[in-house]
């Protein structure tokens, strides 16, 4: 049993796990990919600290966060929160970030998948994710109409439920849960955790059915698609 502090959410069915692609040849499961995302007091890794680790499994789809309450245990949630992580790794589990290179430098580990390479090609908030997926939605061949307007019902109340970013996390954490002891301060910072995981998720499924849009399209059009294509896919996915 953990010391620290763990909030365990399932994830509502949401429309985004429909398996669109049933009857095509790479059908997308999903079965062993994790979104990870962390909260720290800061962007310097020799100075700041993690204070909240959350992982999603997609295939359970059952977000994990938990929550370092007292920071002089830092080292021991840091040493927690790397031997979680490798562990699933090491199972063979595919791990996934919103710019990865945040978390290999604060956890020190290598080969975390980045989604915003694949979604953005290059840096990008994810402040600006929410208005991304909507236009990928709307604009979707695949996506059935009736699951096209319950993802942008879900996204708009979901996005609505966040009502922090990244950069109040650290002023949260020191003045109002440190100082006065404000649990809403901490339940704020893990809600922000978590529905930047479910982003992310999206975010990772968006990414899957653009490949798989591309591939269909060749496949009907040409009968045919690149082998390049098949294998980039099936190693992602």
């Given at each position: 049993m953990s010391e620290f502090y763990k909030?365990?959410?399932?994830?509502p069915k949401l429309p985004y796990f429909y398996n669109t692609l049933e009857h095509f040849p790479n059908a997308i499961f999903f079965e062993d990919h994790y979104i990870?995302?962390?909260?720290?007091?800061?962007?310097?890794?020799?100075?700041?600290?993690?204070?909240?680790?959350?992982?999603?499994?997609?295939?359970?789809?059952?977000?994990?966060?938990?929550?370092?309450?007292?920071?002089?245990?830092?080292?021991?949630?840091?040493?927690?929160?790397?031997s979680v992580v490798i562990s699933l790794m090491q199972q063979g589990k595919k791990i996934w970030a919103y710019n990865s290179l945040f978390e290999e430098t604060f956890l020190r580990i290598k080969g975390i998948n980045d989604l915003m390479l694949y979604w953005h090609g290059g840096r990008a908030?994810?402040?600006?994710?929410?208005?991304?997926?909507?236009?990928?939605?709307?604009?979707?061949?695949?996506?059935?109409?009736?699951?096209?307007?319950?993802?942008?019902?879900?996204?708009?109340?979901?996005?609505?439920?966040?009502i922090i970013s990244g950069n109040d996390v650290p002023k949260l954490y020191f003045y109002d849960w440190l100082i006065y002891?404000?649990?809403?301060?901490?339940?704020?910072?893990?809600?922000?955790n978590y529905c930047d995981l479910?982003?992310?998720?999206?975010?990772?499924?968006?990414?899957?059915?653009?490949?798989?849009?591309?591939?269909?399209?060749?496949?009907?059009r040409f009968n045919y698609y690149p082998r390049i294509m098949n294998k980039i896919f099936r190693e992602l996915f």
């Open positions: 909030v365990v959410r399932k994830v990870l995302d962390i909260e720290t007091t800061g962007l310097n890794n020799c100075r700041d600290i993690i204070i909240c680790l959350g992982l999603l499994d997609l295939k359970k789809s059952i977000a994990t966060i938990w929550f370092l309450e007292n920071p002089r245990k830092h080292e021991k949630f840091y040493k927690f929160c790397r908030k994810m402040d600006y994710c929410y208005q991304d997926i909507v236009i990928h939605l709307k604009n979707s061949k695949i996506l059935p109409e009736n699951i096209k307007k319950q993802l942008e019902e879900f996204l708009k109340g979901f996005n609505d439920n966040d002891g404000n649990n809403e301060a901490k339940m704020k910072i893990i809600n922000h479910v982003k992310e998720a999206l975010i990772l499924y968006f990414i899957a059915l653009s490949f798989t849009e591309a591939m269909r399209y060749l496949l009907e």
